[in-house]
């Protein structure tokens, strides 16, 4: 079983919908949670870090349930370049430990 | 604002070559990251370092070797390259947990 799951969907949504994400992580130590957006062939953005309390920047919001070991990521009113790979990852907390990744979701907003 | 910069950007090699790869971290970031990706693949960790130290260390082969030099950037040397090597190589760099990615080298072996 992997580490961190995720829906790899392929989700298709109209603009303007809102859609979320969920991914779970099976190792009860892991401490920082994040999520990336990755656009074919690029590198990995950092979309938001993933607090205890939650966290909103714009129409992005990003939950964490640590009971559960789940986070999500909420998108309001979709846009077309919203569309792309969303890829949540978690680490230890300790400086230079690895992030370990979902397989991503991918996202396909249309008009 | 600065990022992290990689190079080469593509390289092509043949089996049994060497290849070196090559990060530069944002300024003022002590801690550098190597992972790999193959195609329809998450990324994959390889090796860290953190102030010039080796920290944690992935699924990295006994074929590829990685330092940290004075000036923080850091290099990840590749030898006798396979078929399997060809992915991308993302670098990331860190000031504390946020890590972020450079561009990548996409390397293609023949």
């Known amino acids: 079983r992997k580490e961190v799951e995720q829906d790899p969907g392929p989700f298709n949504v109209p603009e303007g919908a809102t859609v979320a994400f969920n991914c779970t992580y099976s190792n009860s130590a892991s401490q920082s949670f994040f999520w990336y957006r990755q656009d074919c062939r690029k590198e990995p953005k950092l979309l938001m870090s993933?607090?205890?309390s939650g966290n909103e920047d714009g129409r992005f919001t990003a939950q964490l349930n640590r009971a559960s070991q789940y986070i999500s990521l909420l998108i309001r009113d979709s846009k077309l370049s919203d569309s792309a790979t969303y890829l949540c990852?978690?680490?230890?907390?300790?400086?230079?430990?690895?992030?370990?990744f979902g397989k991503g979701t991918t996202l396909s907003v249309s008009s | 604002a600065a990022g992290v910069i990689q190079s080469p950007r593509h390289l092509i090699k043949e089996k049994r070559e060497t290849a070196t790869l090559k990060c530069y971290p944002i300024p003022r970031h002590d801690t550098v990251y190597w992972y790999q990706q193959g195609p329809g693949q998450d990324p994959q960790f390889l090796i860290s370092f953190y102030e010039k130290m080796q920290s944690d260390k992935g699924s990295i082969p006994d074929r590829f070797s990685a330092q940290q030099f004075s000036d923080y950037h850091s290099e990840l040397n590749m030898s006798s390259l396979e078929l399997g090597d060809s992915a991308l190589y993302f670098c990331a760099s860190s000031p504390r947990q946020e890590q972020f990615f450079g561009p990548g080298t996409r390397l293609t072996v023949l």
């Open positions: 990852a978690v680490n230890f907390d300790q400086a230079g430990t690895a992030l370990i």
């Open positions: 993933v607090y205890s």
